[in-house]
């Protein structure tokens, strides 16, 4: 099992910053990713970004591609995302999750595999990050 604490969340103003972490104990997976996914008001949950366990390849959606930035300290077992220039339809609960393996072998393909938050395995319980214009 993995548990995943999210924090960092809040209130602010469009064009602020904000920094989300979230902390994982439990098992860890070098084969995996751990990631961010969002879910704003009626909407679905939508894939943000996501870091490998091991190694430096990053994923972002297309909509915070230049603006948020993914991290991850392996000493504290904790990753983050730095969000910056933020609208308001950043607007959401935002989740950390993780991901034990990833099937796809292309770069491409597992982008494309990791949009899909049916395919994750674990979750955190989210925080709420609200921008206002």
């Known amino acids: 099992q993995v548990q995943l604490v999210e924090s960092g969340g809040g209130s602010v103003q469009a064009g602020g910053s904000l920094r989300l972490s979230c902390a994982a104990s439990?098992?860890?997976?070098?084969?995996?990713?751990l990631g961010w996914f969002r879910q704003g008001p009626g909407k679905e949950r939508e894939f943000v970004s996501a870091?490998?366990?091991?190694?430096?390849?990053?994923y972002y959606s297309d909509s915070v591609k230049g603006r948020f930035t993914i991290s991850r300290d392996n000493a504290k077992n904790t990753i983050y995302l730095q969000m910056n220039s933020l609208k308001p339809e950043d607007t959401a609960v935002y989740y950390c999750?993780?991901?034990?393996?990833?099937?796809?072998?292309?770069?491409?393909?597992?982008?494309?595999?990791?949009?899909?938050?049916?395919?994750?395995?674990?979750w955190g319980q989210g925080t709420q990050v609200t921008v206002s214009s």
């Open positions: 870091i490998r366990w091991s190694g430096d390849n990053t």
């Open positions: 999750a993780t991901k034990a393996t990833v099937r796809s072998r292309l770069e491409s393909q597992v982008a494309e595999e990791l949009t899909h938050p049916q395919l994750w395995d674990f």
């Open positions: 439990g098992r860890t997976f070098s084969g995996g990713v």
